[in-house]
């Protein structure tokens, strides 16, 4: 598993060097779900996947950046082509991964249900077998047989 620097923060120069940090949260948030995408795509459940608290800071903190920009607080406007190029690549690289990422959550949790939805099954019909009753309210065959012949 990757390992980076702690989550950055929005930077406050006008150089460029906000559309560096940006570029650079956006890979780590990439590299985050590609990860957690291959687990998944090993038959990991969703429900143990390490990567959900990263990629959950990581949201936020890209979350956070939106959200300045949307205020105007923040341009990322800058001079530079190839830096606003990566700035695009990046951001349409992380779009692919997150649809990916969607796709195989889903996978992940409808196998899980179905897990649960099995686990269910035989517990009701282990209960079923074992009722004295069955569902038309006659005496069960197996209980029966249990009962039959005892005299007191």
């Known amino acids: ?12 120069a006008d150089d460029g060097s906000r559309l560096e940090d940006l570029v650079e949260l956006i890979e780590r948030l990439i590299d985050v779900v590609a990860e957690e995408n291959i687990a998944l795509a090993m038959g990991l459940p969703a429900s143990q996947s390490q990567h959900t608290a990263i990629k959950l800071e990581l949201s936020e903190l890209f979350e956070a950046w939106v959200k300045e920009v949307g205020r ?3 341009l990322l406007g800058t001079s530079d082509r190839q830096l606003q190029g990566r700035v695009l690549t ?3 690289q ?4 997150m649809d990916e990422n969607v796709t195989r959550l889903r996978a992940a949790i ?3 249900q179905r897990r649960i939805d099995a686990v269910m099954a035989a517990i ?3 209960i079923s077998d074992s ?5 038309n309210g006659r005496i069960n065959a197996q209980s029966a047989s249990y009962a039959r012949n005892v005299r007191i």
């Open 131 to 135: 009722a004295p009753y069955g569902a």
């Open 124 to 126: 009701r019909e282990q």
């Open 1 to 12: 598993m990757m390992t980076r620097s702690p989550p950055l923060q929005p930077a406050s």
């Open 90 to 92: 990046r951001l349409e």
């Open 94 to 97: 992380l779009s692919v991964a």
């Open 110 to 112: 409808e196998a899980s």
């Open 72 to 74: 105007k607080n923040m």
